[in-house]
């Protein structure tokens, strides 16, 4: 059973950072291609970030480039998003999960930043 498991959530000022950690078991974690995504109050859902199975080609959108960082570690099967400067429109509930299944995202963690 595929278990997705991101913490590392919570409350922060406007400018201020956190780093957030997905726990991934139940498949073999170094072959996928893994994302980022999120999902503001009363939003859709938003790709956030995405790397490949080997750690290489990160890709960002648009609005969080220069700001936040996605890395992994095969060895720990866990993904990581270091989220620097953050603002008030990064408040989201923030998930992982395969990039080829986007809809297949597992627990996320709450982000709060306040102006």
């Known amino acids: 059973e595929v278990q997705l498991v991101a913490s590392g959530g919570g409350l922060v000022q406007s400018g201020g950072s956190l780093r957030l950690s997905c726990a991934a078991s139940?498949?073999?974690?170094?072959?996928?291609?893994m994302s980022w995504v999120r999902q503001a109050p009363g939003k859709g859902l938003e790709w956030v970030s995405g790397?490949?199975?080997?750690?290489?080609?990160?890709r960002y959108v648009n609005s969080v480039k220069g700001r936040f960082t996605i890395s992994r570690d095969n060895g720990k099967n866990t993904l990581y998003l270091q989220m620097n400067s953050l603002n008030p429109e990064d408040t989201a509930v923030y998930y992982c999960a395969k990039s080829v299944d986007l809809n297949g995202r597992g627990q996320g963690t709450q982000v709060i930043v306040s102006s």
């Open positions: 139940g498949f073999i974690f170094r072959t996928y291609d």
């Open positions: 790397i490949d199975g080997g750690g290489s080609a990160p």
